[in-house]
């Protein structure tokens, strides 16, 4: 009987603090200022990323590159 009432009230818990924190709205894109016409900044001002895809894809190829240099160096001794 202690186990179930144990059980129930740490369900009770748990349902109970995940339904009161609440997380707060996010900021708008112009630093909190309400937008006026024409004047609507893009979220994360624009960053490219681009650039960044491509270091990744490059980073990527030179290390599956050097797995299969070690896997094929393996294989010859």
């Given amino acids: 009987m202690k186990s179930i009432?144990?059980?129930?009230?740490?369900?009770?818990f748990l349902l109970?603090?995940?339904?009161?924190l609440q997380a707060q709205n996010p900021p708008h894109p112009n630093n909190g200022v309400a937008p006026s016409t024409?004047?609507?900044t893009p979220v994360g001002s624009g960053?490219?990323?681009g650039?960044?895809?491509?270091l990744l894809i490059?980073?990527?190829?030179?290390?599956?590159?050097?797995?299969?240099?070690n896997?094929?160096?393996r294989l010859e001794t």
């Fill in 5 to 12: 009432v144990k059980t129930l009230l740490i369900t009770a």
């Fill in 16 to 20: 109970t603090t995940t339904a009161l």
């Fill in 38 to 40: 024409g004047g609507n």
């Fill in 47 to 49: 960053a490219p990323i």
């Fill in 51 to 54: 650039s960044g895809t491509l």
């Fill in 58 to 69: 490059g980073l990527a190829g030179l290390y599956g590159g050097k797995k299969a240099y």
């Fill in 71 to 73: 896997y094929r160096k």
